[in-house]
């Protein structure tokens, strides 16, 4: 194979390099512009990641500040939703203070006839037994003006109402314990339907047993059927010329009464200390049970009362055919009372404020212990004059004798007859 052989001309040469230069040039060029290219690629992945960062880490943080914004709006409108409630709260409250159900109790020593020419000394609100009605409609804001005319202190007590401390706590002064001469505003809201009573409270009990005491009924707002007529009934008794006896009086034992020995024992001297009894003379009549070796006597005698008042003083219950009857029995007094109505059948209704019994249960005596509060409702459907009247006997008697005490009569309008004839009689 013979090898062709080129003579050296310089401008072929020249060409050549250049050529090659120019190969070369291009050559690199475009591996730059791949270089470049790649370069470009790989810091554009790299600052997209860069920014995917960011604007994840951005979006996060306004995540945050949108959570923590909520947050903060939750709060004001708790505080708002807070705010219109103190208003609202403040509003109801001025108007119900403005709307308010006002009444004014006088506690006062009174004298009061509880039976034809048989009167009492007795403490007593606005001089009447029982006192006032306190009448109101259930939600009713209702204000007690408690006067003191008496020449000791007292307080009230809303016997079965939920009230406040400051209404129904322990009295102390400033908080409803009423020195003579003095006033004190009770305000509470009538949030319970039913049947209710007012009196001093525990740390005054006497004064209750003489004739303090009051009724409160709360209307529900919504009757469930209707009443034609609605009567409440305090149940008490009272003990007519107590016994006073000196602080500086000493144990008297007795063993004798009326001839009958009641007591058994070994005689011994008398003691020396003087005894003296700070009292008017006066008459007693007690049994030989209540008479024991060192005890205090019984009072001279005790008055069974139907609203103050004892048999025949009692007014009648006044009913026509028809109606439908609502008997509001509030005991007051220290003894458990049954009380029987001739010819009907009582439904209770309510026990001491409770609502409605159901099954309805139905009863022709009602046995009330002392404090208790009993509704019952009777059909009027059997004309005629019949007693509502204790079944025990020195409870509707007095002095063992007939009319007296807790009797009272019932009668149809459509049968008038005097008011003061009581059942049996002729």
Request: proline share 7%; hydrophobic share 40%.
């Amino acid at each position: 194979m013979k090898t062709r052989k080129f003579k050296h001309h310089p401008t072929a040469a020249i060409g050549l390099l250049i050529s090659n230069s120019l190969f070369l040039a291009q050559a690199f060029l475009i591996a730059e512009t791949f270089i470049t290219a790649d370069a470009v690629f790989f810091a554009k992945a790299a600052q997209a990641d860069l920014m995917d960062g960011d604007l994840a880490e951005e979006q996060a943080k306004e995540k945050e500040e949108l959570r923590d914004m909520k947050r903060e709006m939750d709060d004001i409108n708790s505080t708002v939703d807070s705010a219109m409630g103190q208003l609202n709260d403040l509003g109801q409250k001025f108007n119900n203070q403005q709307n308010a159900k006002e009444f004014h109790l006088f506690a006062r020593e009174s004298d009061w006839e509880t039976a034809s020419g048989s009167t009492v000394r007795c403490l007593t609100y606005n001089g009447k037994i029982p006192g006032p009605a306190i009448n109101v409609v259930e939600g009713d804001f209702v204000r007690v003006v408690l006067h003191n005319q008496m020449k000791t202190p007292t307080s009230l007590q809303f016997h079965g109402i939920i009230v406040p401390h400051s209404v129904g706590g322990l009295p102390r002064t400033g908080a409803g314990l009423v020195p003579p001469g003095q006033s004190f505003v009770f305000q509470f809201i009538a949030k319970q339907p039913g049947t209710f009573w007012y009196h001093p409270q525990v740390v005054h009990p006497t004064q209750k047993q003489m004739g303090m005491f009051g009724a409160i009924v709360v209307a529900p707002k919504l009757r469930s059927r209707p009443i034609d007529k609605d009567v409440t009934l305090f149940i008490s008794e009272i003990r007519k010329a107590p016994r006073a006896v000196s602080e500086n009086a000493a144990p008297v034992a007795t063993r004798k009464v009326t001839g009958q020995k009641i007591s058994k024992g070994t005689e011994a001297p008398a003691a020396a200390t003087p005894a003296t009894i700070d009292a008017e003379p006066s008459k007693s009549t007690f049994s030989a049970v209540a008479w024991t070796d060192g005890a205090a006597p019984p009072d001279i005698e005790t008055d069974y009362l139907i609203n103050g008042k004892s048999a025949p003083n009692i007014p009648p219950i006044e009913l026509r055919k028809g109606q439908r009857v609502r008997l509001r029995l509030i005991n007051a007094g220290q003894e458990a009372v049954p009380l029987q109505l001739g010819g009907h059948r009582l439904e209770i209704v309510s026990v001491n404020g409770g609502d409605r019994l159901e099954p309805h249960v139905l009863r022709d005596t009602i046995c009330l212990n002392p404090s208790d509060r009993v509704d019952v409702e009777f059909s009027a459907d059997n004309p005629g004059v019949w007693s509502l009247a204790s079944e025990v006997a020195h409870q509707s008697t007095h002095k063992g004798k007939f009319p007296g005490g807790i009797a009272c009569v019932v009668r149809y309008s459509e049968l008038k007859t005097n008011a003061k004839k009581q059942p049996g009689d002729e």
